[in-house]
């Protein structure tokens, strides 16, 4: 099938299903000049994952993950605005088609966008939580006057974000499981689907009987396995030709 009947399809499918929901990965955030992690481009490239995403990493060097990689990421995402994709996902909403978005990424770009049901599977950097008493400072609030930043209370920092070796916040946890099972309609969109327990939400919907549809440029441990099919694109030019299809669609019924 040709990338314009995929569309179709995918409009088709959105368009008659009763809950659709949507999981997004880092890849959506590219066409915002976010980088991923993993493909091309991708922020492992440059740096061990080991070293600075793993929480015994930020745990010993703190000073060092907040100065080589945190200190940019803030950077970036403090300036990012939504893309043609985020800004599709909220339309569907809008047009009453989208019933919430479960993220992977932590840049809070699916809220700027107008979604109002998103679901943070990884927490966010918009928070900074004391590693010694728990206290949280709003990111955009806190002045940084040292590396690592600090609390009052004199414990170091760390963004609201789960690093590896942390758990998924519970009720993000539960809730996405809960969104899955109960769900017709996933629409996978930029993510490698390597990082568990993210990459099972997936699979939890298929085997509840959704129809799984893949939007990444390249394939995924998901393709021709858990997906029904993959449309095979940046998700800043496919989404918001689907959503276009699917108010035709809404239209025609009225
Ligand atoms: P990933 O980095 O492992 O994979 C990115 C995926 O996006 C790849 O499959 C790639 O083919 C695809 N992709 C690249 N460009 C795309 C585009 N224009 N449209 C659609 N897809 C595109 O991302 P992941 O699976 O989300 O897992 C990595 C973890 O990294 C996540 O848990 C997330 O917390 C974190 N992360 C978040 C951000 C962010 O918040 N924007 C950025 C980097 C990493």
Redesign the pocket.
């Known amino acids: 099938m040709g990338l314009e009947s995929l569309i179709k399809r995918a409009a088709k499918d959105v368009a008659k299903a009763k809950k659709v929901v949507a999981l ?9 000049g ?7 481009g ?3 490239e440059k740096f061990n994952p080991e070293e600075y995403a793993h929480i015994n990493a930020f745990r010993r060097h703190p000073e060092k993950v907040w100065s080589v990689l945190l200190k940019d ?1 803030f950077e970036v ?1 403090k300036n990012a605005q939504p893309n043609p ?1 985020h800004l599709a996902l909220a339309r569907l909403e809008k047009l009453g088609k989208l019933h919430c978005v479960i ?5 809070g ?1 699916h809220q700027k966008a107008g979604n109002t049901d998103v679901i943070e ?2 927490g966010t ?1 918009a928070w900074l939580v004391c590693l010694d008493c728990g206290k949280r400072f709003k990111t955009e609030e806190y002045k940084v006057k040292e590396m690592p930043p600090r609390c009052e209370c004199g414990g170091v920092l760390k963004p609201d ?2 690093f590896f070796g942390e758990p998924i916040p519970v009720e993000a946890l539960r809730r996405s499981q809960h969104e899955a099972r109960t769900c017709d309609v996933m629409l996978v ?7 568990y327990p ?2 099972s939400i997936p699979s939890i919907a298929k085997n509840a009987g959704a129809t799984i549809i893949e ?4 394939a ?1 441990p998901l393709t021709g396995v858990v997906s029904d099919y993959i449309i095979e ?4 030019e ?1 989404l918001p030709k689907i959503v276009d299809e699917v108010e035709k669609l809404l239209r025609a019924q009225e």
């Open positions: 997004t990965g880092a890849g959506i955030s590219v066409e915002s976010i980088a991923p992690f993993r493909g091309k991708g922020l492992w990421m995402i994709a993220t992977q990424n932590v840049d770009l599977f990884h950097l974000a789960v969109i930029g993510t490698s689907a390597v990082v993210a990459a939007i990444n440029p390249e995924t694109g940046n998700a800043g496919v």
